[in-house]
């Protein structure tokens, strides 16, 4: 599989499982050593914190819709894939957050691809990427 095509059927994955608020097919797509770097006012989001909030969430149906668009790989290897796109994230009372961000999957040893690191791009780090509309 190229590896563009398994960043796509992993942020579709990732969508799907979110906007359905089906919390265990989420984190089966988070690997237990998974960071998130980049999210103002936080240093890092380790995975334990990312689970509590998803789960938190969709419990109380906070999340309206997760989509991405564009996607732009930057580095692969035979067991990774670094690539960026553009997420936005509406919640139900209407906010929309929108910006890019670089996901690092990794091939785990069972086969699944997860999300090992995701940073939160400041405009400027994806405009030059052609992403932004």
Not at 12 to 30: E, F, P, Q, V, Y
Not at 48 to 73: M, P, T
Request: net charge negative; glycine share 8%; proline share 2%.
């Amino acid at each position: 599989m190229k590896d563009s095509a398994i960043a796509r059927d992993w942020l579709a994955a990732s969508a799907r499982t979110a906007n359905a608020k089906d919390n265990d097919a989420h984190l089966g797509l988070i690997s237990r050593k998974m960071q998130v770097f980049g999210v103002p006012g936080l240093e890092v989001i380790g995975c334990d914190d990312w689970a509590n909030q998803c789960r938190h969430e969709f419990e109380i149906g906070v999340l309206k819709n997760v989509s991405y668009a564009g996607l732009k790989v930057q580095v692969m290897t035979p067991g990774r894939v670094m690539f960026t796109t553009i997420e936005t994230v509406e919640a139900s009372d209407g906010a929309v957050q929108v910006h890019g961000v670089e996901i690092i999957l990794e091939k785990e040893a069972d086969g699944i691809w997860r999300v090992l690191q995701e940073r939160v791009l400041a405009r400027e780090e994806t405009e030059h990427d052609g992403l932004w509309p």
